[in-house]
């Protein structure tokens, strides 16, 4: 294989487009369509096992399928799939989902016997991830951003076959919701991209009724409905942690965060805001809220995974709008039902480059790393040893699109310093980083000069990111670099369809 | 001033690594009863490293050894002595252990002669301290006097309630003993971590009653804390006039503001007023 090298001084495959700044291809591309497969309307065929599907539509060796990860580790849609894609004994098959969980760890044999050679995903973790990790799927692994697979989708770069979009509810006429049956998970944004343009449709439901409350799939764009006992597992589909932290070293982090956003000018009315649903995110919207309440100030909407305690800021008035491409707890499913400013979007209004998407209309997005480095590069993908434990998500896209784009982690993790000289592995570049911090300080982007004077007399600790790395090191010993081997296994591609990094065998 | 003053346990690696960060007025390196005893070497052993590598913090530390009839007293005060720290907590404090500590700590800061001298801020937890507090606090080396109410409740033999009403007695002896001598009065902590309400009503009855500051055991406390002991605008006012006055003053001698004569200490204190409330 050989290699080239993006601007970023990152190797990658030769053949591939590489990396050449976060805006460079968006601004003189073109942005691709392919037409809309709408199969048309009425009643829908009603299958009753996965067998039917497979042979109704063919399904064979070769084949790109796809899913959403709107049921995250409660996901059972996926592992049907897998059992029937075995059971045939089909090769050379695609995957294109979402995400990737624990709960889908039926697909390492399939990967290991090369049933499954190619994935395209935009998060994984668990055994599948360690198995890929471990040089065993066949071709490579292409980490997508979300914003950067609804691209993929809707341009044909990405040619979904079949896709099995799990539906929590669905009626005779193939449309279908997430907020109703058993199996609820909120909205379905990531799964738009997928109905609209594979050439075939599944809805896999474990509730048929008569006629949806709501219509977010439309029934024109279905094929057939496969009717199961149960398409999930309530319990993994609820999100982790959606609750403020009580972390004091991350509560210092999260009130520095607030402080500085205020001190920023950010919180005015109509701002937009975006923060991820973990504790430090959760504790800044909280800091956030107080002092929106305080001031009086009302937002115009906040956007993203939505949470519980979004849900109440939407409610006490603070944000008008909510845009809602996931829901992360049962609140905010409920929130979605009752609440008609409470909007669902889709991957692609999200976050694709080409789309005008939420994200670009952000004033501040407050988002998490593994690890930071001295040109604000952040990986969210690996660690530091190159371990495969999440992905970009709406990460490289939400900090492409904000006003202001804040990372914040604890300096140290487990006697590391997050800010290294060079992070493993990049999947947001710090061109899009403004600001990081951490609980010993705050460093700003020097590339953004209007927020240093801004900030000139802030009482906030303002330091450089070499300065925190420096504080870092003193404390824990500057470590040495990890090694890696040369075969590349993945490649991390940016939401404008170049490639930002590679992934490297363990 | 010290509003808040943080206890951490000193065989705890994560905590003591982040004690400054927490923006406690000041860290109590705890020896005594978070330590057990066959962890009392492994704590002062990573105390020691820790100061290696922060010889300079910009925070009041303080170190609560074992008190003086236990059998690691001495081995504490040896260690402490390479440390660099401002201050000693003293347990069941009575006068006859501040003078036994004091004059251990004379005779090691007479042998290095550069040493600071250490202030000791003695806890009074015992029924029999509350005799004798007026006389520990007159002590030239005590800064402060800390108020430990579950132990003091242990010896009363009561139930510690988070009214306090058991100890009320107890925290108006501290808060008139301290006040007697110019010494600082910190109210003993407020347990129940997860109860925020608890802690503002607990922290904002000490005050009232005369409390200058109060301990805390989770860094998650320290915030109400150094708000309600934060010095009124009318403080800050005040203090701003004297830094003022003392500017135009000077090199001319003594000044007055509003009539009262201002000399060094006054001006020290409006001046560590100022630089709390800019913190």
Known sequence: ?506 | MTRSLLFIPANTPAMIQNADIFEADAIIFDLEDAIHPLEKDAARILLKEYFKTNPHLNIDVIIRINDVSSPYFLSDIKHIMKWPVQGIMLPKASIASVEELDQLLSKYEKRKKNHEPLWIIPIIEQARSLFEVHTIASHVRVKALLLGGEDLATDLEVERTQDGEEILLARQLVIYAAKAYGKEAIDTPFTHVDNAEGLISDAKHAKRLGMTGKACIHPIQIDTINELFSPTQEQIDYAKKIVLAEEQASGKGAFSVDGKMIDKPIIMRAKKLLEKVTK
């Open chain 1, 1 to 506: 294989m050989n290699l080239i090298k993006n601007t970023l001084n990152r190797q990658i495959p030769e053949g591939y487009t590489p990396f050449q700044g976060a805006n460079n291809l968006i601004k003189t591309n073109e942005r691709k369509i392919i037409d809309e497969v709408i199969i048309g309307g009425g009643n829908k065929p009603v299958e009753s096992d996965i067998a039917s599907v497979f042979d109704k539509l063919d399904i064979k060796d070769g084949m790109t399928l796809s899913f959403h990860h709107h049921l995250r580790n409660g996901d059972a849609v996926l592992n049907l799939v897998l059992m029937e894609i075995k059971k045939r004994k089909l090769k050379h098959i695609t995957l294109a989902p979402s995400a990737i969980f624990p709960v889908h760890e039926p697909m390492v044999p399939l990967i290991k016997n090369q049933s499954i050679t190619k994935i395209y995903t935009n998060y994984i973790n668990g055994p599948v991830a360690k198995a890929i990790e471990e040089g065993h799927l066949k071709e490579l692994l292409v980490m997508d951003t979300h914003g950067g697979r609804a691209r993929a989708i809707e341009s044909g770069e990405l040619t979904i076959d079949v896709a099995f979009i799990a539906t929590p509810a669905v009626d005779h006429a193939g449309h279908g919701n997430g907020i109703e049956g058993p199996s609820q998970c909120g909205t379905l944004g990531y799964a738009i991209p997928d109905l609209l343009y594979a050439k075939h449709k599944v809805l896999v439901t474990d509730h048929i009724v008569d006629r949806v409350k709501k219509v977010d799939i439309d029934g024109r764009y279905v094929d057939m409905i496969l009717h199961i006992p149960s398409i999930g597992d309530p319990e993994g589909i609820k999100s982790g942690t959606t609750k403020p932290t009580r972390d004091p070293i991350q509560l210092k982090i999260a009130k520095n965060t607030a402080r500085l956003i205020e001190e920023l000018g950010l919180i005015k009315p109509h701002f937009n805001f975006q923060c991820g649903a973990g504790g430090t995110s959760l504790a800044v919207a909280e800091a956030l809220k107080q002092r929106m309440t305080a001031n009086k100030i009302k937002g115009d909407f906040a956007s993203g995974g939505i949470t519980s305690f979004l849900v109440d800021m939407h409610e006490k008035g603070l944000f008008e709008k909510l845009y809602d491409v996931q829901c992360f707890d049962l609140e905010a499913i409920k929130s979605y039902q009752r609440n008609k400013h409470h909007l669902m979007i889709s991957a692609s209004e999200y976050g694709n480059p080409y789309a005008k998407p939420i994200v670009n209309d952000l004033d501040v997005v407050v988002l998490g790393a593994t690890e930071i480095d001295l040109d604000f590069n952040v990986n969210v993908t690996t660690d530091s040893f190159g371990h495969l434990i999440g992905g970009s998500g709406g990460h490289a896209d939400t900090a492409f699109g904000a006003k202001v784009t804040i990372i914040t982690t604890n300096l140290m993790k487990s006697r590391l310093s997050m800010v290294k000289s060079s992070v493993k592995t990049i999947t947001t570049p710090g061109e899009s980083v403004d600001i990081l911090v951490t609980e010993r300080g705050i460093a700003i982007n020097p590339k953004r000069q209007d927020l240093i004077n801004k900030l000139k007399d802030s009482k906030l600790e303002i330091t450089t990111i070499d300065e925190l790395m420096k504080r870092a090191h003193h404390i824990t010993g500057e470590p040495k670099m990890i090694p890696s081997s040369d075969k590349i296994i993945g490649l991390i591609r940016y939401r404008d369809g170049s490639i930002i990094d590679s992934l490297y065998q363990l």
